[in-house]
């Protein structure tokens, strides 16, 4: 059962409409690469019909969305819509078969694989990126230069210290404002999994949001506020906030960057991907939809600061949607398979 969690302060008029506001930057610099591409799209698109439901991730959403609008500008006779119910909420509706698509920022669970097995839904998982989780401050905070995964387990915990004070003797006495995203999102799971710990227990007074430009609002506005989301929404609001450092397996401070994902060095990077319902994928609008997506992709990720898959497992990706390579990677005997993840995909 989720706790039940503050809710923050932050006036929110529409999560989707907040949403689609922190995405805007996002998103144009994203068309003007489609638009740049000025390809030619198959004759058959044009007169193409169908509509493609999806929804998921809020951090998957940008590079989606972007995809979505310029698919229709190809194949404007197939309606595509893009929610953003968080990776968990997303999964729920894709497991009950309501939906062709889940945008993830993390893989699909046992419980969700068994849900999906239940109603007889069978998927093809594909990677498409990589991320990392920033961890944010505002600007004006100028004691905490670097932060190790024990003491952001110490901040986030149940019973976890309120003032900066009880984490280093040498920082300010004065309370912390902490902020994290909606229990339903994937960027909570992989940060409650990799700092918190699986048994561990998320701290109930904290402001938690959805939507990711909430927590850029409060985290920019409040000098003794902390708060963590992915590595593109850093990269779009790094004129309000700061990154901090994570203290990595050298033992030294590692920066939340593209080279840093790449080489493994950055201890709070993870994979992002779409999840295809496979009887879906016997209709061509999906087809259709899901390569334009794939030959998309290279040329967006980048843009939106997520970090490009390597080689090798971007070709694999591609290899197991043509194949379409049913189930997932991540879970073996009804459970989660342990490791990295570019040892873990084939």
């Not at 087809?287 to 600061?305: M, Q, S, T």
């Amino acid at each position: 059962m989720k706790q039940n969690y503050t809710t923050s302060v932050v006036p929110i008029t529409s999560m989707r409409t907040l949403a689609k506001s922190s995405a805007f930057i996002v998103f144009a610099s994203l068309t003007s690469i489609l638009v740049a591409a000025n390809q030619e799209p198959p004759a058959n698109l044009a007169s193409m019909k169908g509509s493609i439901r999806i929804d998921g991730s809020s951090t998957v959403y940008p590079i989606t969305e972007a995809v979505s609008e310029e698919f229709s500008k190809v194949a404007p006779k197939v309606n595509v819509t893009v929610g953003i119910s968080g990776t968990g909420g997303g999964f729920k509706r894709f497991c009950a078969g309501e939906t062709a698509i889940s945008d993830a920022s993390r893989p699909i669970t046992p419980s969700e694989v068994a849900l999906a097995a239940s109603n007889k839904i069978e998927f093809i998982e594909i990677p498409i990126a990589y991320d990392a989780l920033s961890i944010v401050v505002n600007p004006k905070n100028d004691w905490m230069k670097s932060v190790s995964v024990a003491q952001l387990k110490q901040i986030y915990s149940t019973g976890g210290p309120k003032t900066w004070k009880e984490i280093d003797p040498t920082w300010p006495d004065r309370a912390m404002k902490i902020y994290s995203p909606g229990t339903d999102s994937g960027t909570f799971d992989y940060f409650k999994e990799a700092v918190v710990g699986k048994e561990g227990k998320v701290r109930s007074d904290i402001s938690v949001s959805e939507d990711d430009n909430v927590l850029v609002l409060g985290v920019s506005g409040d000098q003794d506020a902390i708060g963590f989301f992915g590595l593109a929404y850093f990269e779009e609001n790094k004129d309000k906030l700061r990154s901090v450092p994570v203290i990595g397996a050298s033992g030294l401070p590692v920066a939340a960057q593209t080279s840093t994902v790449n080489d493994g060095t950055y201890p709070l990077a993870r994979p992002l991907f779409i999840y295809v319902n496979s009887k879906s994928a016997s209709k061509p609008e999906v087809v259709a939809f899901v390569e334009f997506y794939l030959n998309k992709a290279d040329a967006l990720i980048g843009e939106v600061g997520y970090v490009t898959l390597p080689a090798d497992i971007l070709a694999k990706s591609n290899a197991n949607w043509k194949a379409r390579r049913l189930g997932t990677q991540f879970v073996k005997d009804d459970k989660k398979v342990d490791g990295s993840f570019s040892k873990i995909y084939k």
